[in-house]
């Protein structure tokens, strides 16, 4: 054993001391380093700048409902792989790779709990699993949760954040735009709120359907909304789009949203309208 051994060997052993994996979150506009606790602490809400990063479904529903009490609703079983369609991979790869990812079936999850004391069936859509596209799965969640709202006879809430449709499923994506529309006019038939959270980003074949057919539209901040993206309109059209076109703010300011609002106030905002629009029932005789 040489010395540097003997030397290294006699050295007492100092457990390495434990802490948090990450403990920093970098903004994806501003670049400022945060402390994670305080980005979660501010709903994912940049401190520095205000920029509304994007979450998943159980933060937005822990965020939602009161107390951050809810209970998850069933996800439906669709078919997975219709068209049988690859490109550089799988489909039913690219599936596996984005649940074990997200931890989540698909797009799309349900949940019922209350806000501001009313009950209400609260919808969000992840953009981290497949850029939130719609395809059958996304289209068959929507509708549950739009028949728990009928069932419950309480409001839909739906929050929004997609790249369009899954074009992995073809023309069956390009369905669920209608297939979604008619179970928000069996809502409207029956009296029932139907609320959209536009959250970023909104875009394609979503906000072409179930996205813009709400009674009322919120937007968070910044948030990107629109159908086709600005470099392609801008090549068709050949003229240069004026600046923070397709964002939240710009919306509201042309009439395409009904407000602009904050995450932090988003919870009480839904409270007011739900209150206000929720039907109500009639006195005992």
């Known amino acids: 054993m040489s010395w540097l051994d003997r030397v290294r060997n006699s050295i007492p052993f100092i457990a390495k001391r434990e802490t948090a994996e990450n403990l920093w979150h970098k903004c994806g506009k501003c670049g400022s ?29 822990a965020q939602l409902f009161d107390s ?19 490109d550089t991979k799988r489909y039913t790869d ?11 079936r698909d797009a799309f999850q349900n949940a019922r709990g209350c806000i501001g004391g009313r009950e209400a069936v609260v919808g969000v859509q992840s953009f981290a699993f497949m850029g939130g596209s719609m ?8 509708v549950v949760g739009a028949r728990e709202a009928l069932q419950h006879r309480c409001p839909y809430v739906v929050v929004t954040a997609a790249g369009g449709a899954r074009m992995q499923e073809g023309i069956l994506s390009l369905m ?20 959209v959270i536009l959250s970023d980003p909104t875009t394609g074949g979503v906000t072409a359907s179930y996205a813009m057919l709400g009674d009322v ?6 948030a990107l909304i629109g159908f086709a993206g600005q470099r392609v309109i801008e090549q068709t059209i050949r003229e240069k789009l004026p600046e ?8 509201l300011e042309h009439g395409m949203v009904d ?16 209150a206000y629009l929720s039907p109500r029932e009639r006195e005992a005789a």
């Open 33 to 61: 380093m945060v402390f994670v606790k305080e980005w979660e602490d501010n709903l994912n809400v940049c401190p520095r700048c205000d920029h509304h990063d994007r979450i998943g479904p159980r933060r937005r529903f």
């Open 68 to 86: 951050g009490r809810y209970q998850l609703m069933a996800e439906p079983i669709v078919a997975e792989d219709p068209l049988r369609f690859r």
């Open 94 to 104: 690219r599936l596996k790779a984005a649940r074990a990812a997200t931890r989540e």
């Open 135 to 142: 395809g059958a799965a996304v289209g068959a969640a929507f």
């Open 176 to 195: 669920q735009m209608a297939r979604t529309a008619v179970a928000v006019s069996q809502l409207k038939d029956a009296g029932l709120p139907f609320l």
């Open 217 to 222: 539209h919120l937007a968070e901040p910044g």
């Open 244 to 251: 923070g076109f397709q964002r939240a703010e710009y919306l």
């Open 259 to 274: 407000a602009v609002v904050h995450r932090k106030d988003l919870a009480g905002t839904l409270a007011q309208l739900i």
